[in-house]
């Protein structure tokens, strides 16, 4: 029933050893322990237990571990069972290899984190390539959280003022966009570990830093080049307002669901956001406010019924919104212009596009899209530079600068060129290659025609 291995070379103890482990046919131990004493210089039970337990290990054949099947050690004879069982937990020896793979794979987690910070750390970025959106969320950011943006660390939570709510959403457009970096040993123990090969983390407790300016490092000086440049990606502007639109409208559409102790599901949320999104192309923010407000408090008054709840009602929200819009759209429904609440903020994001672009909560989507105007070549616009295109890229690959001719003809969309209009500057950078002049064009134009 016992298993017994001693480790003492004194004949003595391993007559002692046997003397307290021995059991008779019953599963009876022999003797009384007190009837082991005195033992050398030991005089009680608790030293002579202990004594034991130095010079040798036993382990109990009727308890086996649950994971490796091995049978129990045992220190005293109360740990002994008389019937077969399994052990509720893993036993000594899957314990200790457990805490030893625990300890490796720490080591290994460790030695990967130092690495990554490592070389995020190393990392720099052109802040005057940085896009025309992601520059105003980082200007909006720095105001969020100054002074840690160009200081420190920082963290999720730490940025709930950037936007009225979705935070996080902007966050990760930065961290996309490799502006943020995360800095991994500055988080708290426990946000990392290893699943095989794979580090996983609990994103609310992740750390990020702000990837200086090659030149300017983390600095108010690398930030204005930021403040002073000419905001002319419309395309990109106009989405990144979009964006910050919805989360306005969102947080007015939580605030509203608090109020009536309404729960909206997960799907519902994005049922709204969508909502949301194509109604701002034509409406302001201020506008869907009340359109919220009027159809949060329908839902209310429905959930009071007998045949209803608070779920129920509250699951009706997207579906009344959309016919709400729709008799909007048909002349049969009005939208005002709401006010916005005291304890919900327009985040240090709207603060920005009111300061460079004069865009609040009042301001349309009409109106925003004038401002944001995106201009589509015509077809009959490409065709007239189809053929100089394929002629200047087919030199710029026989030359192999392929990627320069791409970041001239970036770099004039960028300033606010039409696509038509920046090709046609391209081909005068780099007319050295005998590429077709304006004046080619013009003659290829007249042969097309005007039709």
């Not at 000419?230 to 964006?243: F, K």
């Amino acid at each position: 029933m016992i298993n017994v291995e001693i480790y003492s070379d004194d004949p003595d103890d391993h007559v002692l050893v046997d003397r307290y482990w021995a059991m008779n046919e019953d599963g009876k131990f022999k003797e009384n322990v007190a009837d082991l004493l005195p033992y050398k210089e030991i005089k009680n039970i608790h030293q002579l237990t202990q004594h034991i337990s130095q010079v040798s290990q036993a382990w109990d054949r009727n308890q086996t571990c649950s994971h490796c099947e091995g049978f129990h050690q045992v220190f005293v004879r109360a740990d002994i069972r008389r019937t077969l069982q399994k052990l509720k937990t893993r036993c000594v020896d899957c314990r200790n290899l457990e805490e030893e793979n625990q300890r490796a794979e720490k080591l290994r987690l460790r030695e990967r984190l130092e690495k990554l910070t490592e070389e995020n750390l190393a990392t720099d970025h052109d802040y005057s390539e940085i896009s025309d959106d992601a520059a105003l969320i980082l200007l909006a950011l720095h105001q969020a959280i100054n002074p840690r943006l160009l200081s420190g660390t920082f963290m999720y939570r730490d940025c709930i003022n950037l936007t009225p709510s979705d935070s996080d959403f902007f966050i990760d457009k930065l961290r996309n966009s490799q502006i943020l970096l995360s800095h991994y040993l500055a988080a708290k123990e426990g946000t990392y570990s290893m699943n095989g090969d794979e580090i996983w983390h609990y994103p609310a407790q992740a750390c990020f830093f702000l990837v200086p300016d090659s030149k300017l490092g983390r600095s108010e000086n690398a930030l204005s080049i930021l403040e002073n440049r000419d905001y002319t990606d419309h395309l990109a502007l106009r989405n990144l307002w979009l964006d910050y639109a919805v989360a306005d409208c969102h947080r007015y559409l939580l605030d509203q669901c608090i109020d009536y102790d309404f729960q909206l599901e997960e799907e519902e949320s994005k049922q709204m956001k969508s909502i949301f999104r194509t109604a701002l192309e034509i409406h302001s923010v201020s506008e869907l406010w009340s359109m919220v407000w009027k159809i949060v408090k329908d839902a209310a008054s429905l959930s009071q019924r007998t045949y209803s709840n608070s779920r129920k009602a509250s699951a009706t929200i997207p579906g009344k919104a959309q016919r709400f819009l729709e008799k909007v759209s048909k002349g049969e429904n009005t939208l005002k212009q709401w006010a916005r609440r005291e304890q919900h903020p327009e985040g240090t994001l709207g603060q920005v596009f009111w300061d460079y672009f004069s865009i609040d909560a009042t301001t349309t989507g009409s109106e925003v899209f004038r401002i944001f105007d995106v201009v589509i070549p015509s077809s009959d616009e490409v065709g007239l530079l189809i053929l100089p295109s394929k002629e200047l890229m087919a030199k710029a690959r026989a030359d192999g600068i392929e990627a320069e001719v791409l970041i001239c003809l970036a770099g004039f969309i960028r300033q606010g060129l039409s696509v038509v209009d920046a090709i046609r500057e391209v081909l005068q950078q780099y007319s050295q290659l005998g590429l077709p002049q304006e004046s080619e064009i013009n003659e290829e134009r007249e042969d097309l025609g005007d039709d």
